[in-house]
């Protein structure tokens, strides 16, 4: 009942003297179709980049519980590692989206290259930095998980190949929002369903399931799939960022 709430509210405003000084409701403005088809061409791509990401974890998840609950156990430790450091190149990423915006409106496409470039190289100092932490921490941190000597055994490597996909992570993540500061995401969001679908989740599926390698062989298919993804939107990122040299 949204509607009618906000109905009740327009009338209330529309009645109340208080507000007619600042003439509230004096003009209606149209929508703005140009600048909605803008947002659309910008935002449907990044909803469906989002959903490729999520599908790809999920059914990677739904194909790994089959071998188990001790291997599902490991498998949903090494998701919320993986998520978790996640979260630090995604704010860079973010972060840089918002500076290079800014600096791309102001007319400087060059300062908004270096932050994308900066953006990146960060990501991928605290992306390694991270990845040794869990490399060399694996036992420790799956012991902080459970207790459960079954589990333990499978998320102690399992954490380790978080570790390798972690950087490629890093990179993926700060190169993908620093585009859609630039108003790139139709190539990104195809680069994704290819990678992630196709190489992440498909060749899972073979490594995992085909050839029997379990909770590893999604994990490796899903390294190689993040790898790719990362490598490719970050070569697309530096040349359509390349700023011609004056003559």
């Known amino acids: 009942m949204n509607w009618a709430n906000g109905l009740l509210a327009w009338r209330w405003c529309a009645r109340e003297p208080r507000y007619r000084e600042f003439h ?22 990044i909803g469906a980049t989002f959903l490729v990401d999520v599908t790809a974890f999920t059914f990677m998840a739904l194909f790994i519980a ?3 609950p001790a291997t599902s156990g490991a498998h949903q430790i090494a ?12 704010s860079l990423g973010n972060a ?5 915006g800014r600096a791309l409106g102001a007319g400087d496409a060059l300062q908004a ?18 990845s040794v932490i ?10 902080g998980y459970t207790n459960d000597s079954d589990v333990y055994a499978i998320a102690v490597p399992l954490i380790t190949l978080v570790a390798v996909y972690h950087i490629a992570d890093a990179l993926q993540a700060a190169a993908v929002n620093i585009l859609r500061g630039f108003k790139r995401s139709t190539v990104p969001m195809l680069v994704y369903a290819v990678a992630l679908w196709g ?33 490719l939107v970050a070569i697309y990122f530096l040349r359509i960022s390349r700023v011609p040299k004056p003559h």
């Open 24 to 45: 509230v409701f004096a003009r209606f403005s149209a929508p703005r179709w140009a600048a909605i088809r803008d947002f659309l061409k910008l935002g449907l791509p």
């Open 66 to 68: 089959q071998f188990g």
């Open 79 to 90: 998701a919320n590692l993986a998520t978790v450091t996640f979260m630090l190149p995604l």
């Open 96 to 100: 840089a989206s918002v500076l290079a």
């Open 113 to 130: 290259r270096r932050v994308g470039i900066v953006c990146l190289c960060t990501a991928m100092l605290f992306g390694i930095a991270l």
């Open 134 to 143: 869990l490399w060399l921490g694996a036992p420790l941190i799956a012991r």
């Open 199 to 231: 190489i992440g989740l498909a060749g899972g599926y073979y490594l995992g399931i085909v050839r029997s390698m379990g909770a590893h062989g999604f994990w490796i298919a899903a390294i190689a799939g993040i790898a790719v993804a990362g490598t």
